[in-house]
């Protein structure tokens, strides 16, 4: 098998989108509110105005620290775990019911298809108390790989990431920030 490196391919927002709408693993990064970052494994889509789309529930962390702070990062990852991926930033909105009901309704869609009753979906959301996060994709197109070292019993190691120009809400620029609070 040929070996594999990550690369840094830049996208128009239309190829991105083509890349991201047939993978629904994501990690959606958000800011607790100590600072330090919240990640979340989730099932996302994409929505028919190219936002990245979850369902989740009013009471989970996630949901309070968007509410909090809307700044957020999602790392969209392939079935495969070695396979492609990339990571977003930009703002997230949280929707409630009712408002949330017929986009929850696109959210499944997006990823699934058509449900045998949509009645009964419907029904489930509002039973469940669903919210639905919106995430629009604020990419700066002039993005730059760069790298984030580790100092670990006196080696460095590196670890990848992805950063805009001005690291606003990149992963990076929160574990940074997470790392430097646990050393005081």
Do not use: C
């Amino acid at each position: 098998m040929p070996r594999t490196v990550a690369t840094n391919t830049r996208v128009e927002l239309a190829g991105l989108l083509e890349f991201v709408r047939p993978r629904h693993h994501m990690i959606l990064i958000t800011r607790r509110g100590s600072g330090g970052p919240q990640a979340s494994p989730v099932t996302g889509g994409v929505d028919s105005a190219g936002r990245i789309v979850v369902s989740t529930y009013p009471q989970r962390a996630k949901t309070g620290n968007l509410r909090r702070d809307p700044a957020a990062a999602v790392l969209v990852l392939s079935d495969d775990f070695g396979g492609a991926w990339v990571q977003v930033d930009g703002p997230a909105e949280v929707l409630d019911l009712p408002e949330a009901l017929e986009p929850l309704v696109e959210y499944y869609r997006s990823i699934s298809g058509e449900h045998p009753d949509w009645d009964e979906y419907r029904q489930a959301m509002i039973d469940e108390k669903r919210v639905l996060v919106r995430f629009v994709i604020d990419r700066d197109f002039n993005e730059r790989v760069t790298a984030l070292w580790l100092k670990s019993d006196g080696k460095k190691v590196p670890l990848g990431s992805f950063l805009s120009t001005d690291e606003k809400l990149s992963l990076s620029k929160a574990f940074g920030t997470a790392l430097r609070k646990a050393r005081g």
